[in-house]
């Protein structure tokens, strides 16, 4: 009873107040979720364990969740409190193929990229939360995804890595991934790279926009950000940065992810590797979708974290939790509001309050698993049911 009046509260709160959320490119609300207090303690450990892993939960309450291995997914219609297996049968019955990736800008729209050989792939694509699912034959391999709606999106397919070296392609649909235009592709047979360069690991790609994209990632070049923008829709590139970040000339960089907030606003997380072990992040963020970007903070042994605006968000490592108010600049220790007796391994924020936080007690294989939801920025976190349902008849909430 008192689960089910937790997340009648959360879904009343998110209807009545409105606020500065992070959407994906498919959301246009901005809403702000206020959650029911709790007493300041962290919860008891939960009982009931779970193979959710990574959760991507959106305004309203929709949202999906993944299995580590993403061989499984599931999705949810009430804040987590349910998860529906909706994984695509034909999905399933591939086996693990060559790898998958996978994009949901929004909480009933999900694409499944699953490479079938070095030139093939298949795309599962659905608007309704996975129960009904569209199958595509791609003639090109999978690669990163990013979906601006349900019908226009992009992937940069993946050519092959070797010595240093990536080479991609990019591809583009405006019907749902029905067809697929070449935007851009390195050619072994000449040096034209149209700004784009083969050199470097491409941890990151996503598009802000139609036309404004970002490719980041590795390289080993010492005080170099590896990271590049476009303006066309992937025709052509160029370097981008983010300068005055304080690193000694000699530190190699590395950009895992960025952290979209809107078309214009922009996280940009930069890691580095210090000769004492130690490592250090460097968080920059663009307000002109990506023209420009300025260092904000600094914040050491980070393992991972997550921004519901451009100022708020909240980090994780080596046991301790932080949350930032002020974009990175500051950083202030929650720690005392972890669950207990489980390591958290990974975070999803909703927007300047909202979020939820995956933890676990088998940090090995990551299949017993818990979820908790934070109605305070990561000062403290309530624990979720997160109950599988595995038939998608089950109605838990339209």
């Known amino acids: 009873m008192h689960k089910k009046r937790l997340i009648l509260t959360l879904t009343a709160a998110f209807l009545l107040l409105t606020g500065c959320i ?48 993403q061989t499984r997914f599931y999705n949810t219609r009430n804040f987590g409190e349910h998860w529906l297996a909706v994984t695509p049968p034909a999905f399933l019955a591939e086996g693990s193929g060559w790898g998958t990736t996978t994009t949901f800008p929004n909480g009933d729209i999900g694409w499944l990229c699953r490479s079938t050989s070095e030139s093939s792939a298949s795309l599962y694509a659905t608007t309704d939360g996975g129960r009904a699912w569209q199958t595509y034959t791609l003639d090109f391999p999978c690669g990163q995804i990013s979906l601006l ?34 935007r851009f592709e390195h050619d072994p047979a000449t040096p034209e790279d149209h700004g784009l360069p083969t050199g470097g690991i491409k941890n990151y790609f996503g598009f802000l926009s139609s036309d404004i994209g970002l490719v980041a990632g590795s390289e080993p070049v010492p005080g170099f950000v590896y990271l590049f923008r476009t303006i066309d829709g992937g025709i ?63 914040l050491e042994n980070v393992e991972f974290f997550d ?48 979020g939820f936080l995956t933890a676990t007690v088998s940090p090995e294989t990551l299949l017993d698993n818990r979820i908790y939801m934070t109605g305070n920025n990561g000062k403290d976190w309530q624990t979720m049911p997160a109950n599988i349902v595995e038939s998608t008849t089950t109605n838990v909430t339209p």
Not at 46 to 64: A, C, D, E, Y
Not at 242 to 271: F, G, H, K, W, Y
């Open 22 to 69: 992070r959407t994906s490119p498919a959301l246009t609300g901005t809403p702000e979720a206020s959650l029911p207090a709790n007493n300041g303690s962290p919860t008891s450990t939960p009982s009931h364990l779970s193979p959710l892993f990574k959760l991507h939960i959106f305004v309203g309450g929709h949202g999906w969740a993944s299995n580590a291995d």
């Open 149 to 182: 709606n349900a019908s226009e999106g992009y992937i940069l397919s993946d050519q092959g890595v070797g010595a240093g070296s990536q080479y991609v392609s990019l591809y583009h649909t405006a019907d749902g991934g029905q067809s697929w235009d070449l």
């Open 236 to 298: 052509s590139w160029f370097q981008s940065d983010c300068p005055d970040i304080p690193m000694d000339e000699n530190q190699e960089t590395s950009v895992d992810r960025i952290i979209r907030i809107n078309a214009t606003s922009a996280v940009l997380p930069v890691r580095s590797y210090l000769a004492n072990g130690n490592s250090v992040t460097y968080f920059c963020s663009t307000t002109d979708a990506a023209e420009s970007w300025q260092y904000v903070g600094i």
């Open 307 to 354: 921004f519901g605006t451009l100022l708020t968000g909240v980090a994780y490592g080596q046991g301790k939790m932080f949350q930032t108010q002020d974009g990175g600049r500051t950083w202030t220790e929650t720690t005392a509001g972890l669950p207990p007796a489980v390591t958290p391994v990974s975070v999803d924020m909703i927007n300047d309050l909202a």
